[in-house]
């Protein structure tokens, strides 16, 4: 039973195009959502996040969107750049607990 | 400062023997933690180490898994009697508080043949 689902494995953008990568979530007592970004041979590295107070948060290029009705959040990146090349993981906990939920990763190709 | 570091970074080891995988965490996070990531799943919490706090296993497969964590430091996750279904990469992440940013080590890869 998968909590959180990154239904798109792979995607590929031309570079300064919008890059737009999905993930639902099932649980309704997640609140707090995060996203990661992992290269080959080095461990995830943490991107932005957001609180379900909120259905928006924007850190320079990188937006992430949350639907709480629809149990959808978005992370979208303008203008893509070759280096934004990765796997994305977007990741769910309830507020005051550790653990976290990661989805099953997209990844991301942003062609030059 | 330094990040977190894992070793070894690679392990190729023969069905039905033991491995050990040593994370050492962002000096004074309280908090450490291991994932799996099988080939096509996303990353599978195994356990978590808080201070003195008994840890959280509730994410071990099977009791061939096990892990300590030694002076509130380093940890070691061992698996007995590997099996082809444990290769997978092993990933460590230690956080300054329990709720915090979770930052990760690059990974052990281990291969059971």
């Known amino acids: 039973d998968q909590q959180v689902k990154q239904n798109s494995p792979s995607l590929s953008v031309q570079e300064g195009r919008i890059s737009i990568l999905n993930c639902d979530y099932t649980n309704s007592m997640f609140d707090y959502f995060l996203w990661y970004k992992k290269y080959p041979a080095e461990g995830p590295t943490f991107l932005i996040s957001?609180?379900?107070?909120?259905d928006k948060n924007e850190d320079g290029r990188f937006t992430v969107f949350l639907n709480k009705s629809a149990k959808h959040l978005s992370l979208h990146i303008v203008p893509s750049q070759p280096g934004d090349s990765a796997v994305y993981f977007c990741a769910a906990s309830t507020s005051g607990t550790y653990k976290y939920i990661f989805g099953t990763g997209t990844r991301l190709k942003v062609l030059a | 400062g330094a990040g977190v570091s894992q070793s070894p970074s690679n392990k190729v080891t023969e069905k039905g023997k033991d491995v050990e995988l040593r994370c050492d965490p962002i000096?004074?996070?309280?908090?450490l933690y291991w994932y799996r990531q099988s080939l096509g799943q996303g990353l599978e919490f195994l356990i978590y180490?808080?201070?003195?706090?008994?840890?959280?296993k509730s994410g071990l497969p099977s009791d061939r898994f096990s892990a300590e964590r030694t002076g509130g430091s380093v940890s070691t996750l061992t698996i007995q009697r590997t099996q082809q279904e444990d290769s997978a990469v092993y990933l460590c992440?230690?956080?300054?508080?329990?709720?915090?940013?979770?930052?990760f080590g690059p990974g052990t890869r281990l291969t059971v043949l």
């Open positions: 992440a230690s956080s300054l508080v329990q709720v915090g940013e979770q930052f």
């Open positions: 180490f808080q201070g003195n706090s008994a840890p959280d």
């Open positions: 957001i609180s379900s107070i909120k």
């Open positions: 000096s004074g996070h309280t908090a």
